[in-house]
């Protein structure tokens, strides 16, 4: 296309990209919905694609619900045609991971929410019960014998006593070190943030001297997931939607996805421009192929 190229995209070309690709990965928080808010004009360009015939799947490194309670959030803000097959979470992908690629034998120490154990369990991974005794200490508490993996995620009640144990668990070098995603923060609204996954593997990369092992966006394994599920994906055929520079325009990069940004969630096209001009060569793989201002700018390519 002549207009590709970290630029906005409007009415015709916009139509044309939407005929030429038939794999449309759209990330959700600040694409699809802002929290529990659908993103004005996206349920229908959702709904519009899928009743054409597209494929269309959904990618997030949110980690804190299992996939059933993404297809109710779904059909709550309207996406009414969305099935369980076309979501790909972090925590999904994470027991993928550990049970299909390392086939874990043992338990997994789950830094997380309860949502993100309740996927591991579907799939049959035993984790780490943890003991609610207010008085265990790092001192005094048990530590498991049989721990293989630890899988750090967003946990909205983590503890001190929580990264003690997983820092104990990854002096084995046999044990695995996994994170979800490595998102280092999530606007809230009235100018609040909350930190990110990544936030809380950093603290452990520190204690244990080790690196985790990323799973979620811009790491390639859910689109690996993904080409397994969906026979005959063909990354010419797919676009990669997504609001973050620095995960999910990577993450279509490192896939050798095109790419767009929409400039409803966290990045702005002065940050993308600076990364097109930046003499950093590896900045370049965070540059959108296509900028819009919202999805809602597809709706046109929809009518007669
Ligand atoms: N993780 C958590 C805990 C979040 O709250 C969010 C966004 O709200 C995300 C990850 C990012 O999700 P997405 O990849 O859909 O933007
Ligand atoms: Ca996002």
Redo the contacts with the bound molecule.
Sequence with gaps: FGFKGCQKIRGPQIRSLLEAKDFFLF????VIWH?EKAITGAAKVVNALIRQGKNVVFV?????RPRENYVHKFCRLGFTDVMLEQIFSSSYCSALYLRDVVKVRGQVFVIGCDGLRRELLEAGIPCVEEADDPDATIYNCALAPDVKAVLVG?DDKLTFLKLAKASCYLRDPDCLFLAT?N?PW?PLSGGRI?P??GSLTAALEVASGRKATVIG?PSRFMFECISSQFRGVDPAQCLMVG??LE?DMLFGSNCGLDTMLTLTGVSQIEEAQEYRNSDLSTNHSLVPDYVVDTIADFLPAFEE
């Design positions: 990330d959700c928080d600040g929290g997030t490194n949110n980690c804190t967003h995603d998102d999530h909350l990110g996954s966006k609001d973050r995960v």
